[in-house]
C-alpha cells in the first residue's frame, strides 16, 4: 500500500532543495500553479478536481498525494472525488482504474490524518 503521506513528505523536502538549486525555474513554476489554480470562472476545488483526474490518468502518485492533499483542505466529499475517479476510469481504462483505486486510498489516508 502506498503512504502518499510519506510520498509527498519526500517528494516536498527533494523539491525544497531543487528550490535552491534552480530558483528561477521553480518560481516560474509555482507562480504558473498558482495562477492556474485560482478562484476563477471555476473554484479552486473544481481545479483540484481537475489536477486529481490528470495526476490519475498520468499514473503520478505524487500529483494524486499532493492534490487530495488539496482537496481534503477544500472540503471534497469522498463522492466528489469518487465521480471524479469514474471519469478517469471511462476515460483512461484499466491503468487509470489502477490509480484511482490508490487515489481513493489516498483520500482516506488523509480524512484519517
Given amino acids: 500500500m502506498k503512504n502518499y503521506t510519506d510520498i509527498t513528505r519526500s517528494i516536498s523536502a527533494n523539491a ?12 516560474g513554476f509555482y507562480a504558473l500553479a498558482k ?16 489536477a486529481l483526474a490528470i495526476g490519475v490518468t498520468q499514473r ?4 494524486i498525494g499532493f492534490h487530495m492533499k488539496a482537496l481534503k483542505g477544500l472540503g ?3 463522492e466528489e472525488v469518487a ?12 491503468p487509470a482504474l ?10 482516506d489516508e ?3 490524518a
Fill in 16 to 27: 525544497a532543495e531543487l528550490r535552491k538549486l534552480a530558483p528561477e525555474a521553480m518560481q
Fill in 35 to 50: 495562477g492556474a489554480s485560482a478562484d476563477g470562472a471555476l473554484d479552486k476545488k473544481a481545479k483540484e478536481l481537475i
Fill in 110 to 112: 488523509f480524512s484519517a
Fill in 98 to 107: 489502477m490509480y484511482a483505486a490508490d487515489a481513493l486510498g489516498a483520500y
Fill in 60 to 63: 503520478c502518485d505524487g500529483c
Fill in 83 to 94: 465521480e471524479t475517479l469514474a471519469m478517469c476510469v471511462y476515460m483512461g481504462g484499466g
Fill in 76 to 78: 471534497a466529499t469522498r
